[in-house]
T-cell receptor, first 115, second 117 residues
Framework: AQKVTQAQTEISVVEKEDVTLDCVYE???????LFWYKQPPSGELVFLIR??????QNEISGRYSWNFQKSTSSFNFTITASQVVDSAVYFC????????????FGTGTSLTVIP | NAGVMQNPRHLVRRRGQEARLRCSPM?????VYWYRQLPEEGLKFMVY????????ESGMPKERFSAEFPKEGPSILRIQQVVRGDSAAYFC???????????????FGAGSRLTVL
């Protein structure tokens, strides 16, 4: 079965704090892709990152970093020195050759950064 | 370079009416996907289309829902005889790539929010 779990429904942090959003996935595929999307209050989904299953290197992009661990089937997302503009719903998603044309999305984590 | 354009952004219908949601993919993209987001839930796949072809409609409800992507014009998601349970945000995404490797990055529109009274 293909499944993505984002156990944190809502998180609130004070500006400048670091915050980690958890994502745990299930798949039978050996090749698969993991994604993070951001949904700001305006509603659109903004692509943040794609990671394939063979690349376990952590990635950093400015204040954003991603920790991919196949051993625990996790693809966690950390925002360093959070800002009010980071307030959004963040979705983790999974796709692969056996998901057909579907992305499997988690239920999202709503992040509120308090000034 | 416009992104994925969806309209209307908000649509209100009474039970039994029809809802039509439109999606114009990004320039250069010929693959369109529709997803539905119910309150408190993630996005659920509905249908995948290429020009004039429905490739995968495994996520579409069996009745009242249909989708098309004509040779000219936007993709349309049509919901007939709407019920309250159809109230949701409907997102369209597009991709330039073909195949089902799962590597495609989907570019999403801002969504159409349907409210059924």
């Amino acid at each position: 079965a293909q499944k993505v779990t984002q156990a944190q429904t809502e998180i609130s942090v004070v500006e400048k704090e670091d915050v980690t959003l958890d994502c745990v996935y299930e798949t039978r595929d050996t090749t698969y892709y993991l994604f993070w999307y951001k949904q700001p209050p305006s509603g659109e989904l903004v692509f943040l990152i794609r990671r394939n299953s063979f690349d376990e290197q952590n990635e950093i992009s400015g204040r954003y970093s991603w920790n991919f661990q196949k051993s625990t089937s996790s693809f966690n997302f950390t925002i360093t020195a959070s800002q009010v503009v980071d307030s959004a719903v963040y979705f983790c998603a999974l796709s692969g050759p056996n998901t057909g044309n579907q992305f499997y999305f988690g239920t999202g984590t709503s992040l509120t950064v308090i000034p | 370079n416009a992104g994925v354009m969806q309209n209307p952004r908000h649509l209100v219908r009474r039970r039994g009416q029809e809802a039509r949601l439109r999606c114009s993919p990004m320039k250069g993209h010929s693959h369109v996907y529709w997803y539905r987001q119910l309150p408190e839930e993630g996005l659920k796949f509905m249908v995948y289309l290429q020009k004039e072809n429905i490739i995968d409609e495994s996520g579409m409800p069996k009745e009242r829902f249909s989708a098309e992507f004509p040779k000219e014009g936007p993709s349309i998601l049509r919901i007939q005889q709407v019920v309250r349970g159809d109230s949701a945000a409907y997102f369209c995404a597009s991709s330039p790539l073909t195949g089902s490797s799962g590597a495609n990055v989907l570019t999403f529109g801002a969504g159409s929010r349907l409210t059924v009274l």
